[in-house]
């Protein structure tokens, strides 16, 4: 087999892991996100300001993991035109 072949098909295999263990743990910070939302609702004594900056982490932390996984898939087209040459 042809070492580039065999390069492409590991990176592909890469690629694949990366994409299902990132969008499993999208599920469990979502849900995560779902219950300490429920548990922050149901806290009356948290000041409306504690919750407005708990929100803003919940966004801050949504964006990250967006643009973390928008770096990750740019680099892998970049791979993907390396094995295209």
Same mark, same amino acid.
């Given at each position: ?37 429920? +548990? *922050? %609702? ?7 300001? @504690? /919750? !407005? +900056? *708990? %929100? ?7 964006? @990250? /993991? !967006? ?19």
């Amino acid at each position: 087999m042809d070492q580039k072949q065999l390069l492409k098909q590991m990176v592909e295999f890469n690629q694949a892991t990366f994409n299902n263990t990132f969008q499993a743990m999208n599920m469990l910070q979502d849900q995560f996100e779902r219950v300490a939302q429920t +548990a *922050i %609702d149901q806290a009356s004594w948290l000041p409306e300001d @504690g /919750r !407005k +900056a *708990i %929100d803003e982490w919940a966004k801050a932390f949504k964006t @990250g /993991r !967006k643009d973390f996984k928008a770096h990750v898939d740019e680099s892998y087209k970049k791979v993907e035109a390396l094995f295209a040459e």
